[in-house]
């Protein structure tokens, strides 16, 4: 895939939305002041993707989406808020692996290690 491609699309000064990706795994990160809000970022931006992925014949698959909401403060926040895209309904998990590395909500090593 043409990585930089799908940058070009996901970039937007305006949006706080920001990717990354590493073959075939791509991911979305977006900040803002509710987790509503973020989803709302995230569904933009994955649906620039899919503009994307029409363009140049690739396709995703939204049954392996993962989701996680990361707050300084959770009790503030919907930390349940759940992401629709494509009609699959991600619901957001407390512990979830990226590239291979291990994250929970506490942002530390403990769930990686007890993993691995």
């Given amino acids: 895939m043409q990585l930089k491609v799908i940058f070009k699309y996901l970039i937007n000064p305006q949006e706080r939305l920001s990717a990354s990706a590493f073959v075939d795994d791509t991911n979305l990160l977006a900040y803002g002041p509710s987790m509503e809000e973020n989803c709302q ?16 014949g690739a396709s995703f698959a939204p049954e392996k989406y993962k989701l996680m909401h990361l707050s300084r403060n959770p009790k503030q926040f919907n930390m349940q808020a759940p992401l629709p895209l494509l009609g699959v309904e991600t ?12 994250l ?3 942002l530390n090593w403990g769930a990686h290690i007890k993993e691995i």
């Fill in 41 to 56: 970022i995230l569904m933009r931006g994955h649906n620039r993707c899919l503009d994307w992925a029409r363009r140049y």
């Fill in 104 to 106: 929970n909500l506490r």
């Fill in 91 to 102: 619901k957001p998990k407390a512990l979830i692996r990226i590239l291979g590395v291990w």
